[in-house]
């Protein structure tokens, strides 16, 4: 199986071999339950569709619900399709573990959403300095962008300009964590290093 769907349960910090202090984050990773299989044959390409977090029946759609019930399983709120060779044959209701999938000493790509900063100027979005201290008759604009184009030629700021916006809430995938704990009777792992995302949100676990 090459993934699993989790919640990121926060950060702490481990002692390694070594004595040093190794920053990781704890992931409540399964179980999912199969909930559509794909094939080559019937929709071009190889995968399966699994599904994490059970709810209760009155907060799902009627076609969610219909879903569910093909695959003999309660609604679930998120679904993801991982791409697979089906190795291990996978059938409609399975229940994938996080021993299934990850095991210590491996290295995971995680994937979550960065935490959404709102709307930020370009000193927080993009680092830049300011304009310098109040001479030549500054006065109250310490963080803005400054000059952003060319006078009279092209009279127009260039596409892809960095100026102030929408800073955060983007996927994010951080690649090549070392799992340095698995801990299968509570569905935990822990992963070297930090994960996008805030404390109770929803991850996927690459193999």
Known sequence: MPGLIGKKIGMTSVFGA???????????????VVTQVRTVEKDGYAAVQLAYDEMTEKHASAPLKGHFEKAGTTPHRK?????????????LGDIVVLADVVSEGALVNVVGTSKGKGFQGVVKRHGFAGVGGQTHGQHNRLRHPGSMGASSWPSRVFPGM?????????RVKVF????????????????????????????????
Do not use: Q, W
Request: proline share 9%; aromatic share 4%; charged share 20%.
């Open 176 to 207: 090549n964590l070392p799992v340095l704990k698995v801990i299968p009777e509570n569905n935990l792992v822990v992963v070297k290093g930090s994960v996008p995302g805030a404390k109770g949100s929803y991850v996927i676990l690459e193999a």
């Open 18 to 32: 070594d004595g040093k202090n190794i920053p990781c984050t704890v992931i409540e990773a399964g179980p999912c």
């Open 162 to 170: 960095r100026m102030a916006g929408h800073m955060g809430n983007e």
């Open 79 to 91: 679904l993801v399709e991982f791409p697979t060779d089906f190795s291990a044959e996978l059938k």
